[in-house]
T-cell receptor, first 108, second 113 residues
């Protein structure tokens, strides 16, 4: 079936480190989004990136649709980056499917 | 703009009770959706709407009803609550279709005893 898989499931880093989060999807997509859920549960859209590369400050994302994966890069991590990162896609229909997330913990 | 608002923030129900989770947005977004989030899992789509008067089922629709009489409001009804419906519920809206930035509400934490 249609799947969205994220790795690693958990990541613990020292403040200032860089990280790469991966999202694999099982079918071709027209829509790929990255979200951050902070420790208080709030969900924020980080990127809408069906293909190519986008950057926003210390965060950037790359989607290679032909190879069915997307990467989220976080540079110079801060404690406020802690939380769970989700990728999601709709596989061409109107229904967004989420991955199970990567839990990132940044230690001061 | 208030964005996407949800009420209540917390709710405890007994098995068999019914209730409505409220969701409203003031951004004139066409697409609205409801998700549930269970521990260790991502969000799963319950129902969605692409505009007033139009709703459709998502991945886990059983036990839930929705309606969309206005662009602004998208309530989620639990018909007869069950312990399996204990979860955190998120409402979201998007201008246009899913292919755009999703704006999430703060969530409703529901416990069914």
């Amino acid at each position: 079936g249609i799947q969205v898989e994220q790795s690693p499931p958990d990541l613990i880093l020292q403040e200032g480190a860089n990280s790469t989060l991966r999202c694999n999807f099982s079918d071709s997509v027209n829509n790929l989004q990255w979200f951050h859920q902070n420790p208080w549960g709030q969900l924020i859209n980080l990127f809408y990136i069906p293909s190519g590369t986008k950057q926003n400050g210390r965060l950037s994302a790359t989607t290679v649709a032909t190879e069915r994966y997307s990467l989220l890069y976080i540079s110079s991590s801060q404690t406020t980056d802690s939380g769970v990162y989700f990728c999601a896609t709709d596989f061409g229909n109107e229904k967004l499917t989420f991955g199970t997330g990567t839990r990132l913990t940044i230690i001061p | 703009n208030a964005g996407v608002t949800q009420t209540p923030k917390f709710q405890v129900l007994k098995t068999g009770q019914s209730m409505t989770l409220q969701c409203a947005q003031d951004m004139n977004h066409e697409y609205m959706s409801w998700y549930r989030q269970d521990p260790g899992m991502g969000l799963r789509l319950i129902h969605y709407s692409v505009g007033a008067g139009i709703t459709d089922q998502g991945e886990v629709p059983n036990g839930y009803n929705v309606s969309r009489s206005t662009t602004e409001d998208f309530p989620l009804r639990l018909l007869s609550a069950a312990p399996s419906q204990t979860s955190v519920y998120f409402c979201a809206s998007t201008p246009g279709t899913t292919r755009g930035e999703q704006f999430f509400g703060p969530g409703t934490r529901l416990t069914v005893l």
